[in-house]
């Protein structure tokens, strides 16, 4: 059984640094690409941050490019987003996805999801 854990969200002030990680288990994800995504109160999930877990190629939104960095350990499976710079702007629940689907920005990309970390920033 496929599984994501995040964890890592919380409360921090605007200008301050945040870690997630995600865990993944249940399968080989070596052919992978995963993903961060944000979906904010009354807002569309939207694309954050993606890594290709095997050759270490990412991708970033506009929003984030800058201030946010993805990365991956395969040796532990996991996969971290390190948020600086945080504004308020960027409060949301964070969810892990990994897939194989084409369209690295998109939902319909990822076939498995995590259940969300939340993650605020108090201005």
């Known amino acids: 059984q496929v599984q994501l854990v995040e964890s890592g969200g919380g409360l921090v002030q605007a200008g301050g640094s945040l870690r997630l990680s995600c865990v993944a288990s249940?399968?080989?994800?070596?052919?992978?690409?995963m993903g961060w995504f944000r979906q904010a109160p009354g807002k569309e999930r939207e694309f954050v941050a993606a890594?290709?877990?095997?050759?270490?190629?990412?991708w970033y939104a506009g929003s984030v490019k800058g201030r946010f960095t993805i990365s991956s350990d395969n040796a532990k499976n996991t996969v971290d987003l390190q948020m600086n710079s945080l504004k308020p702007e960027d409060t949301a629940v964070y969810y892990c996805a990994a897939g194989r689907s084409p369209g690295v920005l998109d939902l319909g990309g990822y076939e498995y999801w995590g259940q969300g970390t939340q993650v605020t920033v108090s201005s």
């Open positions: 249940g399968r080989t994800f070596s052919s992978y690409r």
């Open positions: 890594i290709r877990w095997s050759v270490g190629i990412t």
